[in-house]
């Protein structure tokens, strides 16, 4: 069982909205703010959409956004497009020994 | 520019040893934190543990503790992921990955991963 919670499936049609939430504790996702989120197509190592929980790396699509509230964050994808199917991942800071703990992951299935 | 460069596929059997590589280059190596991760087949990411090439100080999650050995010679940048005997179970994509680590007023926080390596695959088979 992974650290941190996120849905197994999100699924959209092209051009919609879409929200990936990564759920955890006071200990990480909701005591600071160092949560990435990554992105992995089949075959192929993850790439980072996000960090420190909004922030957008060089290169990568405005349609990407993240967000945090609480113990929850969220990564929302707008413009829903077909090369967007993949799976996503969240990671976060951790107080605890282990210092990062990821989440389980989430397919995004395009419709 | 910053890359991670991992040792190639491994086939192995049970009871083996393995000791796969990440060299990292276009960075001061001993300033940041890296991290591995396991991928089996058809699965999500599992975070492995991570280490600080500077001190060697290395920290394992829970469900890898005792099961594999992280370590790092900073001589030659260069991470190790080390099994001292193998399981099919072992059978996976391992990935190492770069944290940076940030400090203020005393503190410090590991970002997350901001680059990736390319993967090794191990196979462990009779």
């Known amino acids: 069982q992974s650290a941190l919670t996120q849905p197994a499936s999100v699924s959209g049609s092209p051009g919609q909205s879409i929200t990936i939430s990564c759920t955890g504790t006071s200990s990480d996702v909701g005591g600071y703010n160092y949560v990435s989120w990554y992105q992995q197509h089949p075959g192929t190592a993850p790439k980072v959409m996000i960090y420190?929980?909004?922030n957008r790396p060089s290169g990568v699509s405005n349609r990407f956004s993240g967000s945090k509230s609480g113990n929850t964050a969220s990564l929302t994808i707008s413009g829903l497009q077909a090369e967007d199917e993949a799976d996503y991942y969240c990671s976060s800071y951790t107080s605890s020994r282990t210092l990062v703990v990821f989440g389980g992951g989430t397919k995004v299935t395009v419709l | 520019e910053v890359q991670l460069e991992q040792s190639g596929a491994e086939v192995k059997k049970p009871g083996e040893s393995l000791k796969i590589s990440c060299k990292g280059s276009g960075y001061n190596f001993t300033s940041y934190w890296i991290g591995w991760v396991r991928q089996m087949p058809g699965k999500g990411l599992e975070w492995m543990g991570i280490?600080?090439?500077?001190?060697?100080?290395?920290r394992y999650s829970p469900s890898f503790q005792g099961q594999v050995t992280i370590s790092a010679d900073k001589s030659i940048s260069t991470a190790y992921l080390q099994w001292s005997s193998l399981k099919a179970s072992d059978s996976a994509m391992y990935y190492c990955a770069r944290l940076p680590l940030y400090c203020s007023r005393g503190s410090c926080f590991l970002k997350g991963v901001d680059y990736w390596g390319q993967g090794t695959l191990v196979t462990v088979s009779s």
């Open positions: 280490i600080y090439p500077g001190d060697s100080d290395s």
């Open positions: 420190d929980v909004s």
